[in-house]
């Protein structure tokens, strides 16, 4: 699928409501790696779970008086508007948001 319109498709999910696991967000890297974990064994290339589990948002999260959008998280390609976590590689906007935000 073409980056624009998975990225259209991850938009239409978010806002349809698809429950994902905001809360609590990775602050250590004991979460980051359980989190991670979760994504290679429980997602795999199932797009829902993967957005479920890494906790995607359409808007940006406030966390710990920090704001977490794509666009300042270190996995962030800016022209290509493409998270590059290996396990995530998706299309995002800069102003939805993750739990395994990095800076
Ligand atoms: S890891 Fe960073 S760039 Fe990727 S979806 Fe999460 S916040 Fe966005």
Redesign the pocket.
């Known amino acids: 699928m073409a980056d624009e319109t998975l990225r259209e498709t991850i938009a239409e999910r978010l806002a349809l409501g698809l429950k994902t696991e905001v809360w609590p967000r990775a602050e250590t890297s004991a979460d980051v790696n359980a989190i991670v974990r979760r994504l290679q064994v429980e997602a795999k290339d199932d797009l829902d779970k993967k957005l479920i589990i ?1 906790g ?1 948002t359409d808007h940006v999260i406030v966390a710990e008086g920090l704001e ?3 666009e300042t ?1 270190m ?2 390609q800016v022209h290509a508007r493409f ?1 590059d ?1 290996p396990e ?1 590689m ?1 299309p ?1 906007e800069p102003n ?3 739990r ?3 800076i």
């Open positions: 890494a995607f977490q959008p794509c998280c996995y962030y998270c976590l995530l998706l995002v939805w948001s993750c395994l935000w990095r």
